[in-house]
């Protein structure tokens, strides 16, 4: 008989990444789990990399949405199909449909005070856990333990075929080693480094000999195209065009990847590309890309991390005074790193 888990899993892209190592933990613990993952549908290219997961299940509401009615709906159906329930959002709403299922046992962090609907409550000591990995992974050992370090980093499976038909749907070809850009960030322009600075980044970097690909949403477009227009110089340009499925492919053919720290970012480090993740806004202590070869270059300015959408004080010095030279450094240090080398602590580079 399977011991079966339904994982509630969170919305955004990089979060539903850093689930992966709770994924294997609670494999390793227990090889007879059968592991479903409930989650939004434009994660599931994401899941269907994951070898830790069994089978998913649609995540049918919004952000921000009650549908009590529906809600209840769906646990009913879902009564007596799990033994445990572990909740990744801290949110009263996504624990309604394991409290609605009856699940035996339902694991999950304090949160919004979700006493009661939960009966495996965790409270989180942020210290213990800086990282937003660790709070994941920790919820696969039993209450009261200490979480085993080091946490396994996420890992994507592709399959060849799948990389080439990407190729083939976008017109792509593999004759020049390819540099991505993903100059998005979804959560707001505080973390995105300047179009300028891209496109400077891409004249020196075509000049070299590579090929530069910008991934992003149909959001990014207006930064893609600006990066393209003031770059001068020939750009493929696939915010918007690909699925999220053909992105990860493409992304995986990567000889290096320069992002912000975005959910692409946790991407690309899935995918053990080689890449300079640039940090401003956010913190790369909290949400760093789990990945070997990364390098992470930040200015660590007194007024960072912020955590705002925008900059507080106007001037975006954490990102407008990142320059080129500073990331065709870091460029240089994670194409020369071998595989397998140690993770190192991220270095804050000078402002000049």
């Known amino acids: 008989m399977h011991y079966r888990i339904l994982v509630v899993a969170p919305a955004w892209v990089g979060d539903s990444v850093m689930a992966q190592p709770l994924y294997q933990r609670i494999k390793q613990y227990r090889p007879d789990a059968h592991l ?26 919004g952000h921000g949405a009650l549908k009590l009615g529906k809600r209840w709906q769906l646990g009913r159906s879902l009564k007596r199909k799990f033994d445990q329930a572990i909740l990744l959002p801290n949110s009263i709403k996504s624990a309604l449909v394991p409290w609605f299922a ?25 210290k213990a856990l800086p990282m937003m990995v660790e709070r994941f992974a920790i919820l696969a050992e039993p ?48 973390k995105r480094w300047p179009a300028r600075h891209f496109a400077e980044l891409a004249r020196r970097l075509s000049s070299q000999g590579y090929a530069i690909w910008l ?21 493929v340009d696939l915010a918007g065009r690909t699925t999220l499925a053909q992105a990860i492919d493409l992304l995986s053919l990567a000889h290096l990847v320069v992002t912000n720290d975005s959910g692409l970012m946790h991407v690309a480090a899935a995918l053990e590309r080689p890449l300079v993740a640039l940090y401003g806004s956010s913190s790369p202590e909290f949400t760093p890309p789990l990945n070997e070869r990364a390098e992470v270059v930040t200015l660590d300015l007194e007024c960072s991390p912020c955590f705002e959408r925008n900059c507080p004080l106007k ?38």
């Not at 991934?215 to 750009?235: H, N, Q």
């Not at 080129?324 to 994670?334: L, N, P, S």
């Open 36 to 61: 479903t993952v409930m989650a939004p549908d434009w994660t599931l290219p994401l899941l269907e990399r994951m070898p830790e997961v069994d089978a998913t299940l649609r995540n049918p509401f």
């Open 102 to 126: 009856r699940v035996p046992i339902r694991t999950g962090f304090v949160g919004e005070s979700r006493y009661g609907l939960l009966n495996d409550i965790r409270t989180l000591d942020p």
């Open 143 to 190: 209450g009261g333990k200490p979480l085993p370090r080091p946490v396994p980093a996420p890992h994507l499976t592709i399959r060849p075929e799948s990389q080439q038909a990407a190729l083939k749907a976008l017109g792509l070809d593999l004759d020049r080693p390819v540099v991505a850009f993903c100059p998005g960030a979804e959560f707001g322009p505080a």
């Open 215 to 235: 991934f992003g949403s149909s959001k990014d477009r207006g930064e893609t195209e600006a990066i393209a227009r003031m770059a001068g110089v020939p750009l």
């Open 315 to 352: 001037h975006f010095d954490c990102m407008e005074k990142l320059g080129c030279d500073q990331v065709e450094a870091a460029i240089a240090r994670t194409l020369t790193k071998p595989p397998g080398t140690p993770a190192s602590p991220y270095i804050p580079v000078a402002a000049v």
